[in-house]
């Protein structure tokens, strides 16, 4: 005996193909993403050496004459280029990795929230280059100069090649995520979270908070912390006028007299 169709197996019918759709395209875009970060990473990965010795300049510049850095492990002449070449792909396909979750999303946005979420996805990319040079072009440099400075007499600072990559990696993420403020303002100031006012009355409060962070995730020198949490405030700054900026407009007061 047949069963009668009724209206739910209609809508689960065309509710299905929607959800396949959706799946495939996820797939498709997944697939562009790791292919676009793989073609960077072969394309960089005969430089691997030159970009390492490119980024142990502001170490190399700093030690004393005759000192150099060292390979403690076997691997580790072959797999620390390699990791940093890793790295710079992902840094420089970023923005067709973001392209491709953006048009993912896309079509299920509002035209009002396209408006605002393709400058806040352009100026999140850019904040995280702007973080990450920063980083490499003033803050390393006085770093090791700090560091090679209070070294005791009589020791000689030869940095393992890899311990070396994982810092300067963690300081990049560090400089880059911190410099993101802005952004992480707009937004949670665009979901009615917080309004831009409340922003400038909490900046007390934010002074602590950014020298706190700065503290955790830059050596333990107060010279990188100060040039992480000056920055961190200066940004905080511009989020609020971003946030003010783009801050919808308050609805007409339509109480009747």
Known sequence: MHRAPDASDGHADADEPRL?????????RLMRAVLGLLVALVALLPFANTLYAWLSAPLLAKLPEGAHMIAVE????????????????LVLAMPWLLYQAWAFVAPGLYQREKRLAMPLLV?????????????????????FGFLTGVTPEGVAMMT??????????????????????????????????????????????AVVGVFV??????????????????PMMALYELGILASRWLAPSPAPDRTPE
Not at 75 to 89: N, Q
Not at 123 to 140: D, K, M, P, T
Not at 220 to 230: E, H, N, R
Request: net charge negative.
């Open 20 to 28: 396949i759709d959706h799946l495939v395209e996820l797939r498709s």
């Open 74 to 89: 076997v691997a580790s002449p072959f797999f620390a280029p390699l990791k940093l070449a890793f790295f710079v792909a």
């Open 123 to 143: 100026s999140a990319v850019l904040l995280f280059y702007a973080g990450c040079a920063f980083a490499f072009f003033l803050v390393l440099p006085t770093v």
């Open 160 to 205: 393992d090649i890899n311990a070396y990559l994982d810092f300067v990696l963690v300081i990049f993420l560090a400089f880059g995520l911190s410099f993101e403020l802005p952004v992480a303002l707009v937004i949670v100031s665009l979901l009615g979270w917080v309004t831009p006012q409340q922003m400038r009355d909490a900046r007390g409060y």
């Open 213 to 230: 962070v700065a503290a955790i995730v830059t050596p333990p020198d107060v010279i990188s912390q100060f040039m992480l949490a000056v």
